[in-house]
C-alpha cells in the first residue's frame, strides 16, 4: 500500500513509481521498507522514525548522516558502491544500538537500551537434542511462512539502468535467499561479485548469518535462536540429508515427500546472462529443492580434517592479486578455489566442494540459499575463520587497490543496513558478537570422512 506523501512530490516521480508496480522487473535487493515509499526514494534518504524521530535521534540511538560511497563515481553496475545508486544519507547508530532505524541492538546485546549482554553457542547439529533440533526446523519452516514486515525485495531487470526497479513483499526466510543472489551474482563485464572471490568473502558471510539469526528472533521471540553448524569432515556422505534433519533424498533428487523440506519452493532460478537477476519463466527449472549428494563424478566427496589442517596452515589471510587465483591464502583456501594436489584430483575444495558435492540448488552459489543446509554449512566455514582469526591476531584485512572495489576494506558490504564497511567486523571476535562455537561432544568415527582424530571436548571459540 502506498503511503501518503508528507510533502510535495513530483508528479513524474509518482508517474514513474505507479509504472514500476505496474511493469514489474526482476533483479532483487532488500530494502528496509519505509525506505521503499516515494518520498524516500525522491529524498535519498533512507532514515526511518523511530518514536517519532529519524533514527531515534531524539533518544539519542542515532542520526540520519551521508555516507561516503554517495561521492563515488557511478559504476557501470549499479550494485557496486552499495547504497550509492538508492541513498545519499542513512542512519548512522550510536552505541550499542543497530538496525536501519536502530532501533535494535548490536550483535552480542539486548534490552531496552541494549546495554545486557547476550550470548549464544552453536552446536553442530547432529548433536542437538531431540527438542533443540524440532525446534530450529520449525523456526526455518516458520521464517519460510511468514512475511517480512521489515523489509521488500528490490525488482529490476537490469543492474546497469538505474531507476529501473519496483518493490515486492517477500517472507523473512526468503529476503534471505534474495540478499545472497543479489550479492553473489557476478557484476557486469566481471567475475567479481560482492560475496565471493576475494577477502570480504568470510566476513560478509558471517554479517549474513547474524543477520537471518536476528530476523528470525524478531519474527518467532525466540532471542536464543541461533544457527547450527554441520561438521561435514565427521562423514563421508551427507548424513543430514535424512527426514530427522533437513530432509531425506527422494526421486530425482528432490526431498522426500515425508519431510517438510519437499514442500519448499525455491525463488530466484540462475540465469547466465550478467545483466539479469531473478527473471523467472517456463525453463527456469526445478521450483523445488534439489540434492543429489555424491552423484556427480567431478565431485565424489566432502572435504576432510586434512583438509581444513591445510587450511589453517595458511599464514596470510588473503594475498595478491585478492582474487580466485591467490595463492598461499586462507581465505582462497577456506573458499576452495586453491585446491590440494593429492590422489583425489579434486576440482574444488572446502566450501566450493561443500555446494557441488550436493549437486542441486546448493551447486549454483546464487542459489544455493534456497537450501537450508546453505546456512549449516556456512555456520561451519565461520567457525573455521575464528579458529584462524584467533590463531594469527597480527593479521590484515588488505588494504590495497588490486582488491575489486566492492571488496576493499572501506566499501560497504552490500545490501546491508546499517552500512558497515568490509573490514567493520575485523577484530571483532564472535564473543564480542554474542556467539561462540561448542565443539562436537563425540571423537571422529572410523567411518568418518577423516583420518584425523579429535580430542572430546567443549572449546568455546
Keep these: 500500500m502506498l503511503l501518503a506523501p508528507r510533502f510535495t512530490v513530483p508528479l513524474r516521480t509518482w508517474l514513474v513509481f505507479l509504472l514500476y508496480l505496474m511493469f514489474p522487473r ?21 532514515c526511518p522514525l523511530w518514536r517519532g524521530s529519524p533514527c531515534g535521534f531524539s533518544s539519542g540511538r542515532g542520526v540520519c548522516a551521508p555516507h561516503p560511497a554517495r561521492d563515488l563515481p557511478k559504476p557501470v553496475d549499479y550494485r557496486i558502491n ?11 547508530c550510536w552505541g550499542n544500538y543497530d538496525g536501519f532505524d536502530c532501533s535494535q541492538c548490536l550483535p552480542g546485546w539486548k534490552g531496552p537500551q541494549c546495554m545486557q549482554q547476550h550470548h549464544v553457542e552453536r552446536k553442530e547439529i547432529t548433536d542437538l ?12 519452516h516458520n521464517a519460510k511462512q511468514s512475511p517480512s514486515n521489515r523489509y521488500m525485495i528490490l525488482t529490476s531487470s537490469d543492474t546497469t539502468m538505474e531507476g529501473n526497479y519496483v518493490f515486492r513483499n517477500t517472507s523473512v526466510y526468503d529476503l534471505y535467499v534474495w540478499m545472497h543472489y543479489y550479492s553473489a551474482k557476478s557484476y557486469i563485464g566481471s567475475e ?4 565471493h572471490r576475494g577477502p570480504a568473502f568470510a566476513f560478509w558471510h558471517r554479517v549474513f548469518l547474524l543477520f537471518i539469526e536476528r530476523e528470525i528472533r524478531e519474527l518467532t521471540g525466540d532471542q536464543d535462536f541461533y544457527v547450527p553448524y554441520w561438521d561435514w569432515t565427521r562423514t563421508n556422505h551427507c548424513n543430514i540429508c535424512t527426514n530427522q534433519y533437513v530432509g531425506g533424498i527422494g526421486p530425482g533428487g528432490q526431498i522426500d515427500s515425508a519431510s517438510s523440506f519437499s514442500k ?8 547466465e546472462s550478467l545483466g539479469i537477476i531473478c527473471i523467472h519463466s517456463d525453463n527456469s527449472g526445478p521450483r523445488h529443492l534439489i ?5 556427480d563424478p567431478m565431485f565424489p566427496t566432502l572435504p576432510t580434517a586434512e583438509d581444513v589442517q591445510d587450511v589453517m596452515a595458511a599464514e596470510s589471510f588473503d594475498t595478491p592479486p585478492f582474487d580466485k587465483t591467490s595463492s598461499d591464502s586462507f581465505r582462497n583456501k577456506l573458499e576452495g578455489f586453491d585446491i590440494p594436489q593429492d590422489s583425489r584430483h579434486l576440482s574444488a575444495s572446502m566450501h566450493n566442494l561443500v555446494h557441488r558435492y550436493l549437486n542441486g540448488t546448493m551447486s549454483l552459489v546464487p542459489t544455493a540459499a534456497n537450501d537450508p543446509i546453505f ?18 591476531s597480527d593479521a590484515t584485512y588488505p588494504d ?22 568490509n573490514s567493520f567486523y575485523w577484530g571483532r571476535t564472535t564473543q564480542s558478537l554474542g556467539y561462540g562455537y561448542r565443539e562436537h561432544s563425540l571423537r571422529y568415527s572410523d567411518t568418518g570422512n577423516s583420518r584425523a582424530r579429535g580430542a572430546a571436548g567443549t572449546l568455546n571459540l
Design 400 to 421: 590495497s587497490d588490486q582488491v575489486h572495489p566492492a571488496q576493499r576494506a572501506q566499501a560497504y558490504m552490500a545490501p546491508f543496513f546499517p552500512l558497515r564497511a
Design 82 to 92: 552499495w547504497p550509492r545508486a538508492f541513498f545519499d544519507s542513512v542512519c548512522t
Design 129 to 140: 537434542t531431540d527438542q533443540e533440533r524440532e525446534s530450529f526446523l520449525s523456526r526455518l
Design 375 to 392: 546456512m549449516l554449512h556456512h555456520s561451519f566455514t565461520d567457525k573455521l575463520l575464528e579458529k584462524w582469526l584467533r590463531d594469527h
Design 264 to 271: 519448499w519452493e525455491t525463488i530466484c532460478p540462475y540465469q
Design 291 to 295: 540434492r543429489n549428494p555424491g552423484k
Design 192 to 195: 567479481d561479485n560482492a560475496a
Design 26 to 46: 526482476d533483479l532483487e535487493a532488500q530494502f528496509p521498507r519505509p525506505c521503499t515509499t516515494p518520498e524516500a526514494l525522491e529524498s535519498r534518504e533512507c
